[in-house]
């Protein structure tokens, strides 16, 4: 089993900055991919980015690519999601997943990953 913990949401302007922290307890974290997802209010869940195991591959929706980007500490069992440029779009509450393979890739669906956050809030005001 994997726990999940989010923080890091809350309320920013329109071209602010946030940078989201998903704390790892449980199982092994350091050799499984973590993925970031988020939810508007009345939208289905969306894929936002994804890490492999190593840190050393990365996949991001094309709404975030070269504004988000997505890091692991496996040290510290705790995957990041910095967010720049935000935009009122990006207003969502964000999820942490965990893919349950071992030095599996990157994966971009939800179906991939078992093990989910509770969310954090992030609100971007225009």
């Known amino acids: 089993q994997v726990q999940l913990v989010e923080s890091g949401g809350g309320l920013v302007q329109a071209g602010g900055s946030l940078r989201l922290s998903c704390a790892a307890s449980?199982?092994?974290?350091?050799?499984?991919?973590m993925g970031w997802f988020r939810q508007a209010p009345g939208k289905e869940r969306e894929f936002v980015a994804a890490?492999?195991?190593?840190?050393?591959?990365?996949n991001y929706a094309a709404s975030v690519k070269d504004r988000f980007t997505i890091s692991r500490d496996n040290a510290n069992n705790t995957v990041y999601l910095r967010m720049m440029n935000l935009k009122p779009e990006d207003t969502a509450v964000y999820y942490c997943?965990?893919?349950?393979?071992?030095?599996?890739?990157?994966?971009?669906?939800?179906?991939?990953?078992?093990?989910w956050g509770q969310g954090t809030q992030v609100t971007v005001s225009s």
């Open positions: 890490i492999n195991w190593s840190g050393h591959s990365t």
């Open positions: 449980g199982r092994t974290f350091s050799n499984r991919p």
């Open positions: 997943a965990a893919d349950p393979r071992m030095y599996s890739s990157a994966m971009i669906s939800e179906k991939d990953y078992t093990y």
